[in-house]
């Protein structure tokens, strides 16, 4: 068998370059890109220790060896949590990746027969790599800033009411809620009313009115004596009731748009 190591460095060099690449992006780095290009160099080079004879736990601690000083050479080092976030977030990228390629050369290069699998002599391993990987990244890259951008608005929420009952819920920081009660000058969250009605008096709202696309009205809402959302206390909050079920990103309730500016105030 012929192996063609010029181009076995390539390849390698290419795919540690799109890691290292991800990484960077990903947790917003901005490393300099000399920076990578040496790191996915190391990373190339290193295929050597493939050559010499040593066991399957001795070249397991060797390619973690070589991941570490990819990163060093790549970031540097700050403390702990830095550099174990960078190498956590090398080795997710390495899996997605590798998992994406491994299956794609499964379907393209085996035939089945029935529970059999068989090498029909066809692989787009290359192909992949220069094409497809980028790709693959790019999409990972696209969705974590997505979810991370999404999640970021998630809290965990305490309504304690004035009878002294307490609702634990989920909740959505809503930039779009700007409810205020004109009179009491307090802000509104709103929350499903099949969840909020044991915990209330429904005879004794107060109604604040609302305005949306095309039509405007009154909304019921309650008192409570205060909201707990990361340890931090707001008393200057009622809840509003909506009829149907709140069912955005697994949210039980959406917060108002001023807690963003008040949770901030007291960090």
Known sequence: MKIYLDLVFILNFIYDLLLMMTVDITLKRHTKFIRLIFSAIFGALSLVILFFPCGEIMLFILKIITSVLMLLIAFGYRN??????????????????????????????????????????????????????????????KEHKKYKSTYSYNYKVSIVFNNGKELNCNGFLDTGNKLRDPITKKYVILISKKIIVPFINIRSPIYVPYKAVGYEGLINCYKINYLKINNQIFDNYLVGIVPEKINLNGADCLLNSKLMEDICLEN
Do not use: W
């Open 80 to 141: 702990i949590k830095y550099f174990a976030t960078n190498m956590i977030y090398l080795y997710m990228s390495s899996v997605i990746l590798g998992g994406f390629l491994y299956f794609l050369n499964i379907e393209f290069s085996y035939k089945r027969e029935g529970m059999f699998f068989y090498f029909d002599g066809f692989s787009i391993n290359y192909l992949l790599l220069l094409i497809i990987a980028p790709i693959i990244l790019f999409l990972y890259v």
